[in-house]
């Protein structure tokens, strides 16, 4: 079976540090992979999705970006961090074939920018 | 801009009471996708509806989709604490793949 695994689950950072958040799959291969940002009442908000290795597209123009070093690894970092960054970031992955059908979420990771 | 609104944005209801929530669009969708969202956790996907006019059912769970594919519905039966979450539509963005999300409805039943 297939699991998504996403950390940390917590994380509280200054305001100018460094981010960088890890999600990997397992039991699949070549998946399509998605970052998004919830951020209360405004609902799920795409961030980056990778069809494939090296292939990321961006949603949302800002200081974040996002990386794929290999098939079932992606990683959400940004240099510096603002405020507006906080949010509940989710990482999630769909079967290769089925773009944007049957997402499947891992637990989040709820950051903190102070 | 295809926009998702969901109604409504709150509902606090007793164990056993049934209730309504809905996803409605200005735009045609190919399909919609429900999930629910437990808190501190990920959306997990209960059902999608491709055909307008749709049902399904799981278990106390009915999905409708709208005849002209802009709008659906989730009717719960005898809601019990367990149905607590908030949920979620989304559907694909017209002439992309990308999926729009509502904003969701926050559902509590009380026991």
């Known amino acids: ?114 | 801009t295809q926009l998702l609104e969901q109604s409504p944005q709150f509902l606090s209801i007793q164990e056993g009471e049934n209730l309504t929530v809905y996803c409605n669009s200005s735009s045609v969708f190919s399909s919609l996708q429900w999930y629910r969202q437990e808190p501190g956790e990920g959306p997990v996907l209960l059902v999608t509806v491709v055909t307008g006019g749709e049902v399904k059912k799981l278990k106390r769970l009915t999905f409708q989709f709208g005849d002209a594919r802009k709008d659906s519905s989730l009717h719960i039966t005898a809601a019990q604490p367990g149905d607590t979450g908030l949920y979620l539509c989304a559907g694909p963005r017209g002439g992309s793949e990308k999926l729009v999300f509502g904003k969701g409805t926050k559902l509590t039943v009380n026991p």
């Open chain 1, 1 to 114: 079976s297939q699991t998504i695994h996403q950390w940390p689950a917590t994380l509280v950072q200054p305001v100018g540090s460094p981010l960088s958040l890890e999600c990997t799959v397992e039991g699949t291969s070549n998946p399509n992979l998605y970052w998004y940002r919830q951020a209360a009442g405004r609902g799920l908000q795409l961030l980056f999705y990778s069809v494939g290795i090296g292939q990321i597209s961006s949603e949302v123009p800002q200081n974040l970006s996002a990386s794929r070093p290999q098939d079932r690894q992606f990683i959400l970092s940004s240099k510096k961090l603002l405020l507006s960054d906080s949010g509940f970031y989710l990482c999630a992955w769909s079967p290769p074939g089925m773009f944007s059908e049957k997402l499947f979420f891992g637990s989040g990771t709820q950051l903190s920018v102070l």
